[in-house]
């Protein structure tokens, strides 16, 4: 077949860089290309240019401002004529003509929506490096075990709603370090929970930094394999970006008092006799966890009357005396430890009516009494009981 160099040259024009044929930009130049490269995105989606007015988008006035400011600058326009294959430049391929700004208008919609009138220090464009790195984050596939992690992310969020955890801001000024994320942590980014799973070998990034490659789960089934750094620039460009802490018993014991303090306390454990074919199966790993600020044995008097004790009389196996103590976030704490060994339990109370008991767990006597020692001393962050091994161990070893 004949080829006919003109056209054949034609075609592969097409396909040609667009950017300007230089080696190196300024700072300055990098952030105006970057800026465009947003209009030209702008236009190929809607087929038009970025309008101004109220009723548009806040970006697309960004864009609208941004670039009558690039067609006004000599400089500018220079600079973007090789990468104008629309003509957004001179404005001949625009649908819709924009709103006609005098400059003290312009300046003031700018100003309104950048706080800067300066093209030089436009707002809302990444640098080459950022948008690698939103783009790498963006890059998720599904997550093929994604059982494995949901119960993790249930965990989280049950936490974060008892304030068992909390979450603080991904800033440099607050004591993190750009190495500080490790395996079996929480964070959110781009508004999901995020879970890194794995963190791979170190490996030498371009600028001498070691980096590593992550498998991180997000909440909403999917995961990415990215580097870490890439993971750190997103957390701190993100303003919603936060770092979900470790669980921690929160200030359960102390030196001052809270609305809900008690001058003392009582962990209590009970065993109880009722004939329930469930309870009586397993009679002796089947224990009540509770707290109480008076007398255990008052708060038991009429176990046999209440759907919360299963109805039967109960046995008090161990009681913990605590000193200023805050109840509830002890509960929540003792609730998050065991959760994955409460019972599913369901009888009919002297109404007649199905009832559920709550703070009921088939866990052995020396896992609780392992609990409250370490609530007592603080070491309770992070553990969790396991029921497959019977034991207490590390919540970011279950997977």
């Known amino acids: 077949m004949d ?14 860089t667009v950017r300007p044929k230089q080696a190196t930009y300024t700072a300055k130049e990098e952030r105006i290309i970057a800026g465009f490269e947003d209009i030209v995105r702008f236009f190929e989606e809607h087929g038009r240019a970025p309008l101004h007015g109220e009723d548009r988008d806040i970006f697309e006035r960004l ?82 075990d994604f059982e494995n992690f949901e119960p993790l992310f ?25 190495a500080d994320i490790k395996q079996g942590q929480f964070f959110i980014v781009g508004g999901q929970i995020a879970y890194v799973a794995s963190v791979g070998e170190p490996i030498k990034a371009p600028n001498g930094e070691v980096d590593a490659r992550l498998r991180v789960i997000y909440a909403n089934g999917t995961e990415s394999d990215l580097l870490l750094r890439s993971l750190q620039r997103a957390l ?46 397993s009679r002796d790993l089947i224990h009540k966890i509770g707290v109480t600020g008076g007398s255990v044995e008052s708060r038991i008097a009429n176990a046999s009357l209440d759907a919360t004790y299963l109805l039967a009389g109960v046995e008090v196996v161990a009681t913990y005396k605590l000193y200023n103590i805050n109840r509830t976030r002890l509960e929540k704490v003792i609730h998050r430890v065991f959760g994955a060994a409460q019972i599913d339990l369901t009888i009919t109370d002297r109404f007649g009516h199905p009832v ?17 020692s370490r609530i007592t001393d603080g070491s309770i962050t992070g553990v969790v009981y396991d029921p497959a091994q019977a034991k207490l161990v590390d919540q970011a070893a279950i997977s």
């Open 3 to 16: 080829i006919d160099l003109d056209d054949l040259r034609a075609q592969l024009d097409d396909f040609a």
């Open 63 to 144: 864009y609208a401002v941004r670039l009558d400011r690039i067609r006004a600058l000599e400089d500018c326009r220079t600079l973007l004529a090789p990468m104008d294959k629309h003509g957004l430049l001179d404005g001949h391929r625009e649908a819709i003509e924009p709103e006609a700004l005098d400059t003290d208008a312009l300046a003031d919609e700018l100003r309104a929506i950048t706080g800067d009138t300066d093209i030089t220090t436009l707002r809302h464009v990444m640098s080459r490096e950022e948008k690698r790195a939103a783009e790498e984050i963006a890059s998720r596939e599904l997550c093929p």
């Open 154 to 178: 249930k965990q989280v969020q049950a936490d974060l709603d008892a304030k068992v955890r909390s979450t603080r801001p991904f800033v440099k000024d607050a004591g993190f370090l750009k």
């Open 236 to 281: 701190y460009k993100d303003d919603a970006g936060r770092r979900i802490t470790e669980p921690t018993a929160g200030p359960l014991f102390g030196d001052t008092f809270e609305d809900d303090d008690l001058e003392s306390g009582t962990i209590y454990v009970l065993r109880s006799q009722s004939e329930h074919p469930q309870v009586a199966a």
């Open 356 to 372: 559920k008991p709550r703070e009921w767990f088939m866990v052995p006597l020396q896992m609780i009494d392992e609990a409250v």
